[in-house]
């Protein structure tokens, strides 16, 4: 191989964050584009494609398995309930979640994707053998099933946590937890404007089980962290969730005293 042919400086053609980026942002590239006739994206073909093979799910349950982020999850679904690909349905044995189930246009919308993917998977892949493709397939589901949730909910730094997971995780679980409980608080401040004291009441009461159930994830990702990393990232989560309360009752308090 002459020295043009090289893609990679010869001292990172050995790095394996530096070997699985290009070809991951491809494909990622491939996909995004073969889709965009359908108006989709590659997660949401992953969730009509989960629906499809496993049946009626709960997002929670679909989140897990395509290891995709809560709030990722309810904007995702939204735009697929909207496109009219699927429903949302009581759990039959838990009322406070729903279950996902795919519409008629939902499995026809997935068979045209399924056909589209196939077809970008086989191009791309076109340079290996039948046997690489499957020890290639082999090695990436067993690092699948090692990545944590917090890193795929941080999109383009992927990547990056496959370098320095232990170091990033942490901060990147506690930055993304800070913005949804901000926006969370922003919520709260601007509805509580228009709504009477017990639809309020009611509210918070919601309110508290969205932040409990927040602390539960964040609680399962920290126990996955090293002792020193796990404690400083709680210190740094309980710390933001303590001054985001504070001033989510201090807006309260200032909404109530323009209205009297």
Do not use: W
């Amino acid at each position: 191989m002459t020295k043009g042919d090289l893609q990679l400086p010869s001292g990172l053609m050995g790095r394996y964050e530096f070997l699985m980026n290009r070809p991951a942002q491809r494909i990622r590239e491939v996909t995004e584009k073969t889709l965009e006739l359908l108006k989709i994206n590659p997660k949401q073909y992953g969730i009509l494609a989960a629906l499809h093979n496993e049946g009626p799910a709960s997002q929670r349950e679909i989140g897990e398995m395509l290891k995709i982020d809560r709030s990722t999850m309810v904007t995702l679904t939204d735009d697929l309930e909207k496109k009219k690909a699927l429903v949302r349905k009581d759990h039959p044995k838990d009322r406070r979640y729903y279950l996902l189930y795919l519409t008629a246009s939902g499995k026809e919308l997935f068979q045209q994707a399924d056909r589209r993917v196939l077809q970008a998977e086989e191009d791309f892949l076109v340079p290996l053998t039948k046997m690489e493709r499957q020890d290639l397939r082999k090695c990436l589901s067993k690092l699948f099933r090692y990545v944590p949730l917090v890193a795929v909910s941080l999109g383009s730094l992927t990547t990056g946590l496959m370098a320095d997971q232990t170091t990033l995780q942490g901060r990147e679980a506690v930055r993304v937890y800070r913005a949804k409980i901000q926006q969370e608080s922003r919520a709260t401040a601007e509805s509580s404007k228009d709504k009477s004291q017990t639809n309020s009441h009611s509210k918070k009461i919601k309110e508290k089980q969205k932040e409990d159930e927040q602390d539960r994830i964040i609680s399962d990702q920290l126990k996955k962290m090293p002792k020193e990393q796990r404690d400083r990232s709680e210190l740094e989560y309980r710390t933001k969730r303590a001054e985001q309360r504070n001033k989510s009752r201090r807006t309260g308090a200032e909404s109530k005293n323009k209205k009297g």
